[in-house]
């Protein structure tokens, strides 16, 4: 079976209408029956809505709900600044030095054919050419 789920307002009458029939001499738990609900659940609202009357149970309810939107909206800036400074911090390192390029003895042409794969080299002194032949 359903729950029946009750509206504020309903909530603060319910609970009158109990407060009225135990002041008329009826005992609390047959006051409870006869309004339909649990003992547990009127005690409960009793606990969360008592004492108020219908306009400060609606600025209630105004209230928690602003409050609701001001928690996210807290919320989300949080994150936006979380994400922020984390971006920060990476840009913030420093970058790695540049490669030192030192002069080197070979010619360019040299080192170009070298790091060609199954490339070898031809030597420049033609003395050392014909040696090799």
Known sequence: ??????KPEEIVGLLRQADVLHSQGM???????QLGVGEVTLYRWRKEYGGLSGDQLRRLKELEKENEGLRRAVSDLTLDKQILQEAAR???EPLAPPPVYRPCSRPAWALRAESL???WTVPLDPASRSSRA
């Not at 079976?1 to 009750?6: E, H, L, P, S, V």
């Not at 005992?27 to 029956?33: G, H, L, N, Q």
């Open 1 to 6: 079976m359903a729950r029946k789920r009750y």
């Open 27 to 33: 005992p609390m738990a047959a006051a409870i029956r």
């Open 90 to 92: 990476e840009t913030s």
């Open 117 to 119: 794969p199954g490339a």
